[in-house]
């Protein structure tokens, strides 16, 4: 069974979550069954961000402030902003296209762990609890997704590639694959008195998939778009009460 990050951190962001005052946009094209399948327009006008042991830092982006179980949005999961922002020995990665893709908490069933020796620093799951009420939609950012033979997401032309496309044919279709760049991040500190090292800003491109859809294995080509959106986001870390009554 999968484990989705952005339902397992929900006892952690009810400890920190505080509404941030920003601005963003999140849109694209879907292609989810019995969903959602055309353009897509987040509107998100709720921004929030928790850190959590000074190191990691998850940020919200949705569409109204309603509790996340009923809501549409983007969750993102920055692993380290010290190495983002270069505070943690190396060079800041601070206007770097980074790799977004899947977090280790994320297992697709009959697919193994393997050890990654450089893994993405960055975790983005779209979450869409409010549009597809008959079911638990959550969709990931991963490095490379297959693309149809015109190089998007809706079947319009033609399907992916699938599992038993194992040829060079099937190899070689077009590919998607997910970048952020952060243009700022807040350095994780909940006491940081320094309005600057509190801003979060970013730009993305992300290629969005199911990852019950990977091959069993992991074996053959990447499993199939299920969405694409670019975007950005732009707001401060601001600590102080939950932006949601938890109980």
Known sequence: MIRRVVFSTVFVLACGYSLGDGRGEVRGVLDIPDCWTGDFNLNPDFFAAVPYRNTSLILRIQSGGD???????????VDDVGVI??????PSLLGTALDVGLSPNVTPPGVPVVPDPNPPPVHVTLYLQRSCRTQLVALYALREVSLNESGECA??????PGCSDASDAGVAAPRGTS???????ANALPDEPNAAKRLNEATFDLYLADPREICPGGF????????????FFKFYYERG?????FP
């Open 241 to 245: 009460r939950p932006a949601q009554p």
């Open 220 to 231: 053959g080509p990447p499993p199939k778009c299920r969405g694409h959106v670019t975007g």
């Open 155 to 160: 079947e319009r032309t033609g399907p992916a």
């Open 85 to 90: 922002r270069g505070e943690s020995g190396g």
């Open 67 to 77: 509790y996340q179980n009923f809501s549409d949005g983007l969750s993102i999961l």
């Open 179 to 185: 970048q952020l760049t952060f243009t700022q991040v």
